[in-house]
């Protein structure tokens, strides 16, 4: 199916030279991905019938476009009993394009709800058997390759312990660190590598101040050091600008009000938010960034079409 991109009615804030909806069609589109893989843009994201589990199982839909204004839908996953969640893409050294998402299942007693699973594919169409990485109840959340080793940084529910993991082939993954030493339940995270080769990871939390973290580690990445960033965000990502600069994008919290940003981080000076994008107070965020030609290409979800939540894409110039 082919979808022509309808432009948003919201006027654009300074510094997004295009903002579009994407994609619409379930009742519930959600928690994105974005790569520029095989010479197109791959989007990947959840579709359900609502945001929680219980209400039945998410599919993922990959959708892939030659220009970023006409998509078409390539490939669906799902895995019968989980619902599949947060979605995230990456690539391994032997250039398969990799999705790892949530595998949970809906009733909310089951204990562990939750395992990894990874997908490979070469042109985003054909996948082949899912394989689960880590260990059941450890959600690794997002997978960053560097140096031909694959990590991604893992929570276990509600609890305090979260775990960085390994793997030279994204198909097995073994524990490098069994405790990061984090309090107030953290959970999502995600890693950039910087040429030097330190380590840096943000990270939410939900429990206490609620404050988001901004961690660094040199190899073999065992010890770390934390900053408080003194805010609240959903959906940590960041990645290296190529000016250097550690740019990401959160659900990020101002009191009461919610949106997605994109911001900058520093070990220095924390977290400054650079850019709000169009999109509602309240159930939003979940991005996919891409550097390409000097602009920041933003997958991510909103509701601020007072319509169904769905799939965005902007472009952002620093």
């Known amino acids: 199916m082919k979808v022509l991109v309808a432009l948003l009615v919201a006027c654009l804030p300074a510094g997004a030279t295009d903002a579009v909806k994407i994609w619409d069609k379930a009742p519930y589109n ?7 893989y095989g010479g197109r843009w791959i989007c990947v994201f959840r579709e359900g019938a609502s945001h929680f589990p219980k ?3 998410g599919i993922i839909r990959v959708v892939a476009s030659s220009d970023g204004s006409r998509w078409d839908s390539i490939a669906e996953l799902q895995f019968a009993g989980r619902d599949l969640r947060d979605p995230k893409l990456s690539v391994t050294p032997q250039g398969e394009l990799m999705l790892t998402v949530g595998a949970v299942i809906p009733d909310v007693n089951a204990k562990p709800r939750v395992r990894t699973l990874s997908w490979f594919s070469r042109d985003g169409v054909r996948w082949g058997a899912p394989v689960q990485n880590g260990e059941d109840g ?3 959340w997002r997978v960053t390759w560097h140096k031909g080793v694959a990590y991604s ?10 775990r960085l993991y390994a793997s030279r082939d994204g198909r097995g993954f073994s524990i490098a660190l069994d405790d990061m030493g984090l309090t107030d ?4 995270a995600t890693l950039l590598f910087r040429d030097d080769d330190t380590a840096y990871c943000f990270v939410r939390r939900d429990d206490g101040s609620k404050t988001a ?3 660094w580690s040199k190899p073999p990445y065992r010890q770390w050091q934390w900053k408080d960033l003194g805010r609240r965000v959903g959906s940590p990502h960041f990645i290296n600008s190529p000016g250097g600069r550690m740019i990401g994008a959160v659900r990020y919290f101002e009191g009461e009000v919610r949106r997605v940003s994109i911001v900058e981080l ?3 000076s924390g977290m400054k938010e650079l850019q709000a994008l169009p999109s509602s107070n309240g159930d939003s965020g979940y ?3 891409f550097w390409k030609d000097g602009e920041l290409w933003v997958s991510y979800y909103s509701t601020h079409d007072r319509k169904r939540t769905s799939i965005y894409l902007a472009r952002w110039k620093p």
Do not use: H, I
């Open 55 to 57: 209400d039945g199982e």
């Open 213 to 215: 973290l901004l961690g």
């Open 266 to 268: 520093s070990e220095t």
């Open 30 to 36: 959600s928690f994105t991905d974005l790569s520029y």
């Open 138 to 140: 450890f959600w690794l």
């Open 153 to 162: 940084v893992a929570y276990a529910g509600r609890s305090n312990v979260m």
């Open 185 to 188: 339940f953290p959970n999502e």
């Open 287 to 289: 991005a996919g960034l």
